[in-house]
C-alpha cells in the first residue's frame, strides 16, 4: 500500500527558507520517478519538481528554478523540496506524488495529505 507523508510547512517571511519532507512506504522511492506539486485556493494543481528514478534527472517549474532543490534519500526512503527565496506567490499546500512509473511528467496517481506553506510578512 503507497503511503506518502509530508511535513515541514509553516508561516515564513517572504525571502525565508523552507524544508519539506515526504517520508514514503509501499515502494521503494527511487525505483520510480517523485515529485512535488502544489495547490493554491483558486488556481490549477501546478507541478514544481519531478525526479527520474533512472538517473535522477530533476526537472522544475520555472517559478520555482533556482529557488528550490529537490532530494532524495534511498536510506530513509524520504523525499525533500528545499525552497529558498521565497515569495508569496509560493503560499499553497505542498503534495508530494508518484505514480509508481520510472519517468517524469507525473500524473500523480498516489499523493499524500499534504502540507501547508504561507508566505507573508
Known amino acids: 500500500q503507497v503511503q506518502l507523508v509530508e511535513s515541514g510547512g509553516g508561516l515564513v517571511q517572504p525571502g525565508g527558507s523552507l524544508r519539506l519532507s515526504c517520508a514514503a512506504s509501499g515502494f521503494t522511492l527511487d525505483y520510480y520517478a517523485i515529485g512535488w506539486y502544489r495547490q493554491a485556493p ?46 508569496s506567490e509560493d503560499t499553497a499546500v505542498y503534495y508530494c506524488a508518484t505514480d509508481l512509473e520510472r519517468r517524469c511528467p507525473l500524473l500523480y496517481s498516489y499523493w499524500g495529505q499534504g502540507t501547508q506553506v504561507t508566505v507573508s510578512s
Open 42 to 87: 483558486g488556481k490549477e494543481r501546478e507541478g514544481v519538481a519531478c525526479m527520474d528514478s533512472s538517473d535522477g534527472s530533476t526537472y522544475y517549474a520555472a517559478s520555482v528554478k533556482g529557488r528550490f532543490t529537490f532530494s532524495r534519500d534511498k536510506d530513509k526512503n524520504t523525499m525533500y523540496l528545499q525552497m529558498n527565496s521565497l515569495k
